[in-house]
C-alpha cells in the first residue's frame, strides 16, 4: 500500500517536470520565434567547396552556403526590388590570392562577381573578414550593381583554426546588399593540405547549445528534487509503520 503510493507519486513527480521543461521550453521558443518567410524565398543555399590556390596548393578553403540579398531597381518592375538569390555552386568558379596577411576569394558566375577579403592580424595571429566586393550584372536591372565595404569585421577565427558556424548568419555590406551564409566554414591562413584546421564555433552555435543545457539542468534538478522528496516520504511511511 505505501509502496503503492510511493510509486506513484514518484509517476506524479516525473509528469510534472516534463510538463515543467515543455513549458520552458515553449517559454524559450516565444523568445526566438521563427523568422517568417518573405514571399519568392529560394530555400536554402546548396553548400559548395570554394578553394584559393597558391603555386598550385590550397591556400584558402571554404565550404559554405551562400545567399544574396540585393535590392535594386528593376527594369521589368519599374521601382526597386529586394531580391534573394542562392550562389549555386555548380555554376560558380573559385579563385583567389594569398599573401602573409591578405586573402581573397573570388567567386565567379555568368552574371555576378563576388569577393571576401581576408585580414590577418600578424601580431595577434587572427583574422577576420575585412572585405567584401560585389560587381552583378542581372537581366532586371536598369544598371549594373556594384557595391564594396572594406571596413568589415565579421568571421573572426585565429591563425591555423578554421571558423566554422552552423547557424544562419547574415553579413551586412551595404545598405542595399548582405549575404546569408549557411554552415559557413572556412580558413583564409594556413591552411595545410586539402583539409580544414581544428574548427573554432561561432557565437550563434555556442548560444544555440545553451539551451538544451539549460533546459537539461532544470529537467535533471526537478528528478533530484522529486526524487528526494519520495525517498523521505518512503522512509516517514516506514516510521509510521513501525510505531504500530
Ligand atoms: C533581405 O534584406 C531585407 C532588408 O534588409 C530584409 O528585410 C529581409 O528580411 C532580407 N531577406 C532575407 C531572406 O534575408
Ligand atoms: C593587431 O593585434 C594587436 C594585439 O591585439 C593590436 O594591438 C593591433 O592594433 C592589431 N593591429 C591591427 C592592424 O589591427
Ligand atoms: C567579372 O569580372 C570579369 C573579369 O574581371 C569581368 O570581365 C566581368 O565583366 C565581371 N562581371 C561583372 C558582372 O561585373
Ligand atoms: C561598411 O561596414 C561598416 C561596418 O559594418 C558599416 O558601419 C558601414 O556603414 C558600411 N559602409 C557602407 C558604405 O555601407
Ligand atoms: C577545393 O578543395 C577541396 C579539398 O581538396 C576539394 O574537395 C574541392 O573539390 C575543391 N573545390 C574546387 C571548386 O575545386
Known sequence: MVQICGVQSLFLGVTLSFIFATVLQQGFATVAPPTPAPHKEPGRPERGHYNATKNGTICLMA??????NISYTSIFQKKVVQDVVNIQPGLTNSSGSCD????SLELTTNKTNLTFVFTLNTTSNKYHLSEV????AWPDMTESFSVSNSSLDYLRGTLGYSYFCREEQTLTVTRNLSINTFQLQVQPFGVSGDKFGAAEECQLDEDDMLIPIIVGAALAGLVLIVLFAYLIGRKRSHAGYQSI
Open 63 to 68: 565550404y559554405m552556403g551562400l545567399q544574396l
Open 100 to 103: 602573409s596577411d591578405n586573402a
Open 133 to 136: 566586393a560585389i560587381s552583378a
